[in-house]
């Protein structure tokens, strides 16, 4: 039901990953058969064989990431300071985060998106944020901070964002200018 879904009304998903419905239909399957199914170590190859390949939006915010990253100095440090490590894509048990980087004793967890941020960001990073304070903080870092890194921000997303000390900069996709917004 939640594939052909996908397939019909694509647009109601682009929030959620592949992995996210499958895991939603997983849940909506233990729910009807009182019995858990998990199948993670094959799930790349069942989300790539049951939805289609959007590729194009994928390439895009693939591409922001890693000019951010290659051009570290310019976009991330007037912001963070200096960078001792730089990690994108950093896997976590909850997702990836997009650029985990790290200054001194405070680690940097970095959203990025290509398109303006809703009010879904703010949920998205503090996942991160709370995963992890809760597991790594006292063993590595004094401290994490939020970083969002958008082309713009609808209103409810700038003002969420702000509530949870986070900092949301501005980027020009075409030249990498970064601005703090606010």
Partial sequence: MLRDEYLLNSELFKELSKKDVL??????IAYRTGKFCLFE????TLTDSLFPETGESDK???DLVQ???L????TLEPFVG???DLCPEYPVLFGKIDIMAISGRISHVIEVKTDAADHSIVGQVMKYYIGLSLKLIQKFWDEVQIVTICPGYEKSAYHGLRQINAKPLLIDTRTLKVTLLG
């Fill in 82 to 84: 200096p960078i001792d």
């Fill in 60 to 62: 895009k915010h693939s």
């Fill in 23 to 28: 895991r939603i239909q997983q849940m909506q």
């Fill in 41 to 44: 170590s094959n799930i790349e």
């Fill in 67 to 69: 000019a951010i990253y």
């Fill in 71 to 74: 051009h570290k100095e310019q």
